[in-house]
């Protein structure tokens, strides 16, 4: 490609409402164009982005024996309502009605209808397993839509859907999946982890995002530098101390401190540890009676350590709580402590409640919590002398750094990244909704087992940039640059040497296959490679008449701080090195 | 490809709803799966061929210097009501309110956002000639959506739309766009004609479409056999006769026609040819007062040649019938003519009203109209005896076969086609409307020369099968074939040399690139010949036993009436040349 032939349109500041590096410096390079909010063109520097990052993931996909399939954009209500989803999505969910007044929804997934072509074209388990892919245009109705292509509302994502026989069929496509994404996101260049996600009510441990490493990812991952464990904040496992609980050795004493509301204020006061402190999360859940209103509350006291975390996902889980729950209201807090929250402990209750313990906790002694008094904490508490030991204990926090890894191989890090595939088996959800049966060798209708498995196609450009980017613009890796090359030749107007040697090179790398541009504006140096740097092609030749004079012409890498001199003779076969292609 | 590694889903009867072939076989071959009135899943089958074409266009796109980037499916309406078509399209655009209540449209083309990306980007006239293109999902809700692809709602649209200084420069633009749409067409291997079409507004002869020939089309095609002219029936001209008008012989005479209020009943009562007769037609101008309200209206009485039919288009560049004229309503045909529709003249008018006279009838002697009398016609109508030469003649009317070429190089025929494709030179409408300039060279503001250029990437498939097929099913031209080559090993799991022999073939076309798959699912052959001849793999080679013994194998091109035998040794070579890879 030639710049001429091309359409470069670099900006010199981002757009105020550009917050992140990777938003900046899409709209600043000319990739991405704003239409609407979190609605952009692709512009076509973008664009070729989006193109080979679809383009690997479209080889590994069909490497892996997944087909490739298209399904509509706007898709017609009935099936969303045969599966609840018409109902149960929120405003997320773009819903139209057509000319005759029909309800249609903008796909944001397509299980409804991947699952309806199934169940009409697929009678019999010798069709199976089969998996099926799409790389389409979808939308998401985000409240505040922001971060550019990060969370944008109309963004492009790679979906499939595998269809098996049996659970262990399904796990086995899951599996090869779940390869087929390591090799994906290998050939992309990035630094990612695999980390193991909640697979939610249908348990097992066949979820994993596949996070992109950036300080700017709005998700923690759990990881255990010293072995495989990775996992997302959600599911990661904060394990029982291996430590076991210390005697008391402080009187149980009811303390004044007055305007201590919070524990790191109390911890403060007593001068003690953060961790010595024990904070009480009063939640409820509700019982419906037939009519549907509610019947019954029932109430729970979770103590978390002060300088823990409560995970919802953990305490979502637990008997009981599982998903329904909700923090009491005041009333429901009143009327059980006799105290506003603040100043809350498992003490002096005046109407029972049900006590959930950390694991944390549950090994703790001489610890400090609240009075059920305004104003006072208990300090100097422990198990079995001034409450009972505590029946229900269970993993209720967030995992911290330092905690034991959950595969016993050494201590939990975190790091922060941004979630650009996820690969989960979904079992019969879909399929049960939906009556998608085949005949199995029994003769016997079953329902599919299913999974699905997506990729964020547009939302990974952004993450590479986030992780690959400085002061002067992008850094792509080699696989998904929009030009892997760029040749700039200095005043070829001025020196015909100049502009054979590079014209030269330039149908040289075009004849190897190199996805090469030259930079044909008679731009001045410095806005050249100031466009160059900005739109972070990896690879930079500069040709100049005197360096040609001298015989040589300059390479410089874009993580290089300078250039090098490479003998003009050698510029093809260094570059075919440096490429990989030699 | 392996067929067991693919999808494969034939049906032996069409549904119901599939009104024509391709509808039909698209959907018994597998290739499209019905989601919702005009709304279609690309099955594999299908998507194969869709991404053939849209190579095929990205290609010449590419090489002819336009620019690929891709915009919103879901459009903002601001940019739709700057132009105005936000309020004027009717409800063939899909409107949607987001979860904020503001409008947005799914996007039926997009000359809105290009000209709003162009208008902020391209600020010189040194920064022009540009042409950018996107391949994209579109939708159009149509009243009545049929004949699957050919008519759906949601589509695959390639749009293109070129940016440039000066009518002249977007004249070039535009022939550089009609000749890549020739490369294009000339490369899916279908008959087509590039037919001149009507340019609206603009005038000039800037406007072609791309016809797929198809006896089952929608448009009549009007060419000449004899030269390159061809033109859509809208824009095709017909010539005044070169025979002068002949001497009167007959009487003026008022002829009892009872009860014959067509042409075609008073030729046969009076035993003439319908060429002999003139219809009346009545049409309405509205003048407009200040406050919009119909200050005055106008009545037209056009005379046509009874057995031609009146073309709108040309009606409608009449100077004072531009565009917004109307039929007549009853009361001011009363009013004016005194008599009912059906005896209709130019005879004793109770008011005056504007007579508009087709080239035709104006060199016609001794014909016969209506008489403005209930269940009368004048015959021995002659001009300049019985009635003033005629002021105003025009062509009013839709060619036919046998009229003479505009080109004077013969005489036209017509036939049918499918518009596939379309060029136009738009100028400044949608500049202007949304104030859209560039700085010449003059350093004063300019509207962007612009012009339009769209494929139906969706609907080419369903005119490809509508000109090839035959009652066993598709016949694909090998451009866009899903698969080129079909291997029909017989009984594979019998004999081991049969499979051996496949296997290698299909390793061996392989490696020599072609689109091959190999049918590995055991079915009985003449289960398996039924599926590739409905799909319509242009070409099958049979492996069997029998003939390896012999020593050759079976090849039938889609369209051969029988199989050929050729040595097992040739095969791959006799495969390369009928493929034009040796």
Same mark, same amino acid.
Do not use: H, W
């Given at each position: 490609m030639k710049a001429s032939q091309f359409f470069i349109s670099t900006l010199k500041e981002a757009p105020a $409402?550009?917050?992140i590096a990777s938003h900046q410096l899409m709209m600043r390079a000319g990739m991405i164009k704003k239409l609407g909010a979190g609605i952009y063109n692709y512009m076509p520097m973008g664009l070729r982005v989006v193109r080979k990052v679809e383009a690997i993931v479209r080889e590994e996909m069909n490497k892996a024996g997944a087909i490739e399939m298209s399904m509509p954009v706007i898709q017609p209500a009935e099936l969303w309502q045969e599966t609840g989803r018409f109902e149960q999505?929120?405003? %997320?969910?773009l819903r139209i009605k057509d000319r005759h007044g029909r309800d249609f929804v903008v796909q944001p997934t397509s299980e409804e209808v991947i699952t309806d072509v199934i169940r009409q074209d697929i009678r019999s *388990?010798?069709?199976?397993p089969k998996n099926f892919y799409q790389i389409q245009t979808k939308f998401r109705d985000e409240r505040r839509p922001r971060f550019g292509l990060m969370r944008g509302r109309e963004f492009i994502m790679k979906d499939a859907y595998s269809f098996d026989r049996s659970p262990e069929a399904a796990k086995a496509s899951y599996k090869n999946m779940a390869q087929a994404y390591r090799r994906i996101f290998d050939r992309f260049g990035l630094r990612y982890r695999a980390v193991a996600a909640d697979s939610g009510a249908?348990?097992? $441990?066949?979820s994993e995002e596949f996070q992109v490493i950036a300080?700017?990812? %709005?998700d923690a991952i759990v990881y255990c530098p010293q072995s495989d464990y990775a996992a997302n904040m959600e599911k990661a496992e904060a394990l029982a101390p291996s430590q076991p609980r210390l005697e008391p050795s402080l009187a149980l004493t009811k303390t004044a401190t007055p305007d201590k509301s919070t524990c790191a204020d109390v911890a403060a006061l007593l001068d003690m @540890?953060?961790?010595?402190t024990v904070k009480s999360l009063v939640l409820a859940t509700d019982q419906l009676g037939e009519d549907g209103s509610i019947a019954k509350s029932t109430v729970w006291l979770l103590l978390l350590r002060g300088d823990h975390d409560m995970n919802e996902i953990k305490v979502g889980k637990i008997p009981g709580l599982d998903k329904s729950f909700r923090f009491a209201t005041l009333t429901e807090i009143e009327e059980h402590f006799g105290c506003k929250p603040g *100043?809350?402990?498992? !003490?002096?209750?005046?109407k029972p409640v049900t006590l959930l313990v950390d694991r944390d906790v549950a090994v703790m002694a001489d610890w400090v919590c609240g009075?059920?008094? %305004?104003?006072f904490h208990m300090t100097g508490v422990n198990w079995g002398r =001034?409450?009972? %030991? @505590?029946?229900l204990v269970a993993d209720l926090r967030n995992a911290v750094v330092g905690d034991a890894s959950p595969d016993g191989k050494g201590e939990l890090a975190i790091e922060r990244g941004i979630e650009v595939g996820h690969v989960f088996y979904l079992g019969t959800k879909y399929s049960r909704a939906m009556n998608a049966t085949f005949l199995g060798d029994n003769g016997k209708p079953q329902f599919f087992e299913m999974g699905c498995y997506g990729i964020g196609i547009t939302r990974l450009p952004a993450a590479a940039i986030e992780q690959n980017h400085d002061e002067r613009g992008i850094i792509w890796p080699d696989?998904?640059?929009? !030009?892997?090359v760029v040749l700039c030749p200095i005043s070829p107007d001025r020196f015909p040497d100049v502009k054979t040697a590079s014209d030269q090179l330039y149908a040289d790398l075009l004849a190897a296959g190199v996805d090469v541009i030259l =930079? =044909?504006?008679?731009?001045r140096p410095g806005a050249m490679f100031a466009d160059w740097e900005l739109i972070g092609i990896p690879h930079r030749v500069t040709i100049g008449d005197r360096g040609l004079k001298d015989g040589h012409i300059e390479y410089q890498h874009r993580r290089d701080s300078a250039s090098s001199q490479i003998a003009s003779g050698e510029a093809l076969a260094f570059l075919k090195t440096k490429l990989g292609l030699a």
């Open positions: $409402d550009a917050e999505m929120g405003p %997320e969910l *388990y010798k069709q199976l249908i348990g097992g $441990d066949l300080s700017t990812g %709005e @540890p953060l961790s010595a *100043y809350l402990g498992p !003490f002096n209750l005046l009075a059920n008094v %305004e104003g =001034d409450l009972p %030991e @505590p029946a696989a998904i640059a929009p !030009f892997t =930079d =044909d504006r008679n731009e």
